[in-house]
């Protein structure tokens, strides 16, 4: 039997005509439903009520599927839209661990010409822990003209910096110029512009940062002999006492 298409039949399918062995004409319908089979897309017709040609369906699914490569494009744009600025997600959840992780050793910082910033911390200080994120921003930001370091309190091996920088509370974040002096610290909660603004300070080589305390000057303290130096009395009338404290006058 030999098959051949003959056009639309009046169910809007195609009629094609077999030719049986004995020469005998059989037609056959072909519904539109039928004839679209498991695959829509597919389903493509000519606009002048002759069937398809070959080179008008590879044309036709050549169109069908760049729409489609440019719909996907323009959804996925889309959505990028509003995931919001990229690396969001990644410094709320920043962390002590992640500022270790990307922290500069001290040597490197002390030895690499630029201004540092040290926080002294610890892993069970809650202060630490909530100021993380902001940290880690500013550092982002700045993390190519300014060094951060991260010394662990709990370590014997930064008490000497302790010492030196008077640690007596964290977190405390002690700003270094590209020689290594100090020029001021910040201890306990602050909020990101306090940080923010004393980094760009110490960035642009200032050597006054608008956030910072200073050491000043202090009075050396000495020990008093009272045996040498008897107390006096408040009383402006009253006889000066004698060196020896037996002596009643």
Known sequence: MRRSLVGRSSGGGWASRATRDDGEDATEETTGAAKKGSCEACAVESVDGEPPSFEETKRRGKSIALAGFATGAAAFALSAGFAGPVGTDA??????????????TLDVALGNGKPTVLEFYADWCEVCKESAPTVYSVERAHESGVNFVMLNIDNARWSEEMDAYGVDGI???EFLDAKGESEGFIVGKFPKEVLESNVMALEAGEKTLPY?????????????????????????????SSSDPR???
């Open 91 to 104: 410094v709320a959840g920043a962390n002590l661990a992640t500022l270790e992780k990307n922290a500069t």
């Open 212 to 240: 910072a305390k200073k050491y000043g000057a202090a009075t050396p303290a000495t020990q008093v002999d009272i045996v040498s130096t008897p107390a006096q009395s408040a009383d402006p009338r009253a006889p000066v």
């Open 247 to 249: 002596f009643h006058g």
């Open 171 to 173: 977190p405390h974040l």
